[in-house]
């Protein structure tokens, strides 16, 4: 088994505290947990680090194929 890589580390979208925010934070065995808090409350997704980078791939390809055409 691989080492772990930083578990426990955190990166938050917007700071500690605010509403609707979202964070990434490694966990044990190359996991990647995703949480998202809103007034709905809290919702995760735990991925593989193979399978966060896919989609954090498949995010930049559908930003990028559907931003605004200027004219």
Do not use: H, Y
């Not at 990647?32 to 966060?52: H, P, Q, S, Y």
């Amino acid at each position: 088994m691989k080492p772990n890589r930083k578990p426990g580390a955190i990166w938050t979208l917007r700071g500690i505290g605010q509403a609707n925010n979202c964070f990434v934070r490694t966990k044990e065995n190359d996991m990647v947990e995703i949480v998202f808090e809103d007034l709905n409350g809290i919702a995760t997704v735990m991925l593989t680090r193979k399978d966060a980078r896919l989609l954090a791939k498949r995010v930049n390809q559908c930003l990028d194929g559907s931003r605004k055409v200027v004219k």
